[in-house]
Each structure stands twice: as C-alpha cells, then as structure tokens.
C-alpha cells in the first residue's frame, strides 16, 4: 500500500551557505499542459524531460482512469497514447486536487468536441477565476455549462474565432490553443500570455502537426488542421525551479551552479538578485549565482512574462526579509500569495501587508522555528528560510511542496543543506534537541 505521504514534516538545520551544483528537471506547468494535449493524437507521443513530481503523476493517473495508456519508460520519459479514450467524463478525487486538470478540457474539446472535467483545484493563492477560458470555448462555437462543479463543454463542430482575452492568463491561452488546433480555419488569440510553457506547448502541438505561429508574443494564430500525430518531445526546463535554487544561493549566502537551464527564461529573476547584490554569471545552459555580505533591498511588482514571475514572489519576499533595508513587494496575479509572511513572521520577519503590498523590513538573521508551509512556492521560500536561520525548523504540509519539486530535500543536501524529511516528528523531536510546539 502506498505510504500517506500527507504526514511527512522537513527537519532543517540552518546557519549553512549552499555551494555547489544542482540540475534542473522539467517545467512542471509546461509538462502538464503538454501530457494532456498528447491524447489529441490516436498515434503514440514519446515525451521527454517530465518531473516526476506529485502534480505530473495526478495528471497521469486521471487520464489512465480514462483510458489513456500510459508507459514509464524510465523516472522522465513517458509514452502516452489516446486512441483508446473511452470516456471525456474525467471526475476523479485525484483530478479535483491539481489546478491544471482544466488542461484536459482543452484537448479533450479540440479532439472529441466534448469534454466534461471538474472544476480545478490547486493551491489556494487566491480566487482563480476560469472566465476566459469558458469565453475562449465559447468562441470557438462550443456550449459550455458549469453544474455541480463539473464544467462541461460540446460542439457538433468547432470553428475558428478571434479572440481577445481580458486579461493575461497562461490557462486559459493554452486552453484556448489547444481547443482550436482542429477546429475549422484561422483562429487569433490576442492580449495571449507569453510565458515559456506557452511557446513550449506550441512548439510540442506543432511536432504532433498542428500550425500555431506567434506563441510567445500576445498574438497566436492557428490554423486548424485535420488531424495530429506522433512525436517525440522534451519538455523544457523549470524556470521556477531554477529560480528557486538561484534564490537559495542569495538567502544562504551561498554561490550554486544552477544547470540545465534557459537563462533567457531567467532575466527577469538575475536582473533582481543583481539588484539585491548578488552576482549572476550566465553561461549556454547554466546560471551561477554568488551572494557575499548582506543583501540589499529593493522593490519588485510580480508581472506576466517578460515580468518578475509571480510564482517567484515568496522566494524573493524571504530575500527581502534579510536585506538591510525596507523593501517592498507587490503581487498583481494572485491576491492570497502572501500566506508565508505569519510563518516567515515566526522566524522573526519583520513584514507588514496592506492590500497587494508587502512592506518589508529587513532582519540580520532568522531563528528556527516549527512552521506550515501554505502552499507550493511559499513552502519551498520557507525551506530557504529555514536553511539560513539559526537553530532548528520544522515544517508540516511538505505535501504541497512535492507537487512541484522533484528531491527537492535530496537536491538542497547535495548543496550542504541539513534538511531530512520524516513521518514521525514526535520521535525525531525526542531524539534530538528541538522541541514540538
Ligand atoms: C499558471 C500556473 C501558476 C502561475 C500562473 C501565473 C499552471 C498549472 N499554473 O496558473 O503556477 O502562478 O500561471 O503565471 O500552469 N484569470 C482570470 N480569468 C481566467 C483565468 C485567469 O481572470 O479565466 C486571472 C487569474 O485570476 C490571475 C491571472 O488571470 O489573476 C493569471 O492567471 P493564469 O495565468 O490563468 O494562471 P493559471 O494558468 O491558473
């Protein structure tokens, strides 16, 4: 039986900088947009570079519920095939639990015209309202109802429109991509999100055939076609993990090789830590980040791509916190992305939140203490927290933290880190010194 992993806790020991090398994995959102978009094919997809991590394997789960067959062919590399989808109802207590299970609306709508998936769950970081995705369906000719939590979506056929989104959403453009693919002639999307998993999703619906031109700026067409078919493809990689290991050199005072990664993807996260006096060297696939003395502070708005990514707002909010200074933070994606500042607050954080903004006050040093990680990206900003205080912290709900990172606590340890993971911290706490509060 499996283990319930929904009880493990992080013990980390902090006070050491991270040195060394540590290689990135897959793009855990492009890798999930891209695994349901591969049963739009009946032909086998070979697809490659995919983060064995909580969220990806939900994903697969649910689609083999529907019949999709799944092959691992080893921890990253997986061949999916569709043509024996017998069912476009998809609800599943596993498919409620992950954000991007909309996804398979979208391919399930372009290839069957009709699909019907439960609404999404996926960290609480505010209300993430699903709008244009249903305006984007709508568009494309396909009656759209939501009941019971279920949306559900069907047309005889689909056909090209031109749409504009109201605001800039990475979901609901890929969705809306994903759609129209075999949906009849021209499709525009304006005002689209161009994040890298978009380009990503386009450049894997193009090896399978499709005709999208323009992903990557705010405008894509595409051009339907017949039909799409085998391929092999590897996702790119994780921006927001590379981030978060370029953040854990500056927080730690350490200097880490990040490789495997797209610096282009990355500007936006080596223009703040430069701000904040770190030292970043760009290489072909690699970033070194180097951080010597205190930190400075600064002021940073979370913005779409090109801007400072969001889902990097809680690593740079611990940053900020050690600065010597008063930094601010504002977030303009999500309004409930601020549930790390209690915790940070307990290690001894000096924040105050007003509306959007984080009004930081930075501190020398944190201390250990027992804390909760809130959701993903805030859990692993406080395991960076954590790995940089004095004495001992313990962590709850690291489950969260495993949805996105793949040996996130092996990875960190490879570093220096002193971080273990156990499912009994009563005994750990009477083995060692700390004490459970
Ligand atoms: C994706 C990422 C998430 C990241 C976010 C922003 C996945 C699985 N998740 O989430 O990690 O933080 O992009 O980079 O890839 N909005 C609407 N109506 C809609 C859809 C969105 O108003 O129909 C709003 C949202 O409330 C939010 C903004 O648009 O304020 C951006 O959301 P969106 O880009 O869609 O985020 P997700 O795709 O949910």
Do not use: W
Not at 18 to 33: D, H, Q, R, S
Not at 254 to 275: F, Q, R, T, W, Y
Not at 350 to 372: K, L, M
């Amino acid at each position: 039986m499996a283990r319930d992993t929904d009880r493990d806790h992080y013990i980390i020991n902090g006070g050491r900088p991270l040195t060394g090398e540590v290689t990135i994995g897959g793009a855990k959102n492009a890798a999930l947009a891209i695994i349901a978009a591969s049963i739009m094919t009946d032909e086998t997809v070979t697809i490659e570079n995919v983060p064995d991590v909580r969220d990806t394997n939900v994903m697969l789960e649910a689609m083999e519920g529907i019949g999709v067959k799944i092959s691992r062919l080893d921890r990253h590399t997986i061949e999916i095939n569709g043509s024996r989808v017998e069912n476009v109802n998809i609800d599943t207590e596993n498919i409620r639990k992950i954000r991007a299970s909309y996804y398979l609306l979208g391919a399930l709508l372009g290839k069957y015209c009709h699909a019907e998936v439960p609404l999404p769950g996926g960290c609480d970081i505010g209300s993430r309202p699903i709008d244009q995705h249903v305006k984007g369906f709508r568009a494309l000719g396909a009656k759209v109802n939501i009941e019971r939590g279920i949306m559900k979506a069907s047309a005889d056929k689909l056909s090209a429109a031109h749409i504009y989104m109201d605001v800039v959403t990475v979901g609901a453009t890929i969705n809306v991509m994903m759609a129209s693919v075999m949906a009849d002639g021209k499709t525009i999307i304006e005002n689209a999100a161009k994040e890298p998993h978009i380009v990503d999703v386009a450049n894997f619906l193009n090896s399978m055939g499709a005709n999208i031109k323009g992903a990557g700026t705010d405008v894509i067409r595409i051009k339907g076609v017949d039909r799409l078919h085998a391929c092999t493809y590897s996702v790119i990689p994780d921006q927001i993990e590379a981030g978060t290991f370029m953040f854990a050199a500056a927080i730690t005072g350490g200097n880490i090789l990040v490789k495997n990664v797209i610096p282009k993807h990355l500007e936006s996260i080596s223009a703040k830590l430069e701000e904040i006096g770190c030292h970043v060297e760009e290489f072909d696939d690699a970033v070194r980040v180097s951080s010597f003395g205190r930190l400075q502070p600064t002021h940073i708005k979370t913005l779409p791509y090109p801007g400072y990514p969001t889902d990097m707002q809680p690593q740079a909010g611990v940053a900020l916190a050690l600065a010597d200074g008063v930094s601010t933070i504002t977030e303009s994606i999500f309004e409930n992305r601020f549930r790390y500042v209690d915790e940070l607050t307990r290690m001894g954080a000096a924040i105050r939140v007003e509306g959007n903004t984080a009004i930081i006050d930075g501190v020398q040093h944190f201390t250990g203490a027992h804390v909760q990680a809130p959701d993903l990206r805030a859990g692993a900003a406080l395991v960076l927290a954590a790995l940089s205080a004095d004495g001992t912290t313990t962590m709850d709900d690291i489950h969260f933290i495993e949805r996105g990172y793949e040996d996130f606590d092996e990875k960190l340890r490879s570093l220096g880190g002193d971080i273990r993971k156990t499912d009994n911290i009563r005994q750990e706490s009477r083995k060692s010194k700390f004490k459970v509060v």
